[in-house]
């Protein structure tokens, strides 16, 4: 199951560093790629940056047509919302069914998204973060496993009880 | 169980909006408060907004101490680093112990808090998210049921399968 993630409607320089963040969120739980609604360089030089040190092929692209994008997705098409079903409800159904496209609105999303998902899914019925909300929804969906993939990084931590250890490799 | 929040290191600026994030992921899933390592009015401006339309006591504070405040606090110290030992590892130890301080840095945290933790938990080796690593802590800590809180405030989701319902009373 490749998980890619969609993100619509995001305002560059309010959200700068959220995009940053769902980037490297969804890279660090486990999904292949991240979409964004218009081109966003600031994000791409980041997550390059972190590909070369630690490791892995995730990918940042841009699409300037978000809803042909969804509709061509091959898949199962997740909006994640406050407004949908709880996630523990419908995780069930979503796996399984073959690729994973994760759709993560910003402060407006067009009404079109709800139609266009296969399954319209809250983290919780509270506003919250759509990078808590990404998050969670990756940890259930790959059941705690997205955190173990391997990225075969020049980089890598050996987890300490105290203090930082980091191995590096040529 | 309580669980508290306490953010070490943030720059007002540049992490206003991730501050944000940090404090309305920890009250949606089910932190009773979050405490700042300097004031941001603007943070606690926003949790008030939210506290008032969708309910729960979820508390902003901020102390110029963050030494003693960690010394003093009674219950388990967990510090969020990608330096430490795995969640799924650790989160045996922790639950059971009473409350919880969920401490997560920012850019730089001072190498006393790796000493002054009782543990220092991972959420991954990879660089990402603080408001990532945190959502993801709660929901494990809590094992899910962190979203299931009841905040019994006067807004409240009715969740869809498409499009949107709130109920509002009085």
């Known amino acids: 199951m490749k998980v890619t993630v969609l993100r619509l409607g995001h305002r560059l320089t309010r959200d700068a560093r959220i995009n940053t963040h769902l980037a490297l969120t969804a ?3 486990g999904a292949s790629g991240i979409v964004y609604d218009s081109s966003c360089p600031d994000v791409e030089e ?7 040190s630690w490791g892995g092929g995730f990918s940042v692209e841009s699409t300037r047509g978000w809803r042909r994008f969804i509709q061509d997705f091959k898949g199962v098409k997740v909006h994640l919302t406050m407004y949908g079903l709880p ?65 075969g990084g020049r980089m890598r931590v050996v987890p300490q009880a105290k203090g930082k250890k980091v191995v590096e490799s040529n």
Chains 1, 2 share one sequence.
């Not at 709800?114 to 808590?132: I, K, M, R, T, W």
């Open 46 to 52: 980041s997550v390059q940056r972190v590909n070369a």
């Open 87 to 151: 996630v523990a409800d419908v995780l069930p159904a979503i796996r399984g069914q073959g690729d994973v496209l994760a759709i993560v609105g910003g402060a407006k999303v067009p009404p079109e998204v709800y139609q266009l998902a296969d399954y319209n899914v809250q983290v919780g019925g509270q506003p919250h973060s759509e990078v808590a909300a990404l998050a969670v929804f990756l940890d259930r969906l790959f059941e705690g496993e997205g955190l173990e993939k391997e990225f």
């Open 27 to 29: 890279r660090a739980l």
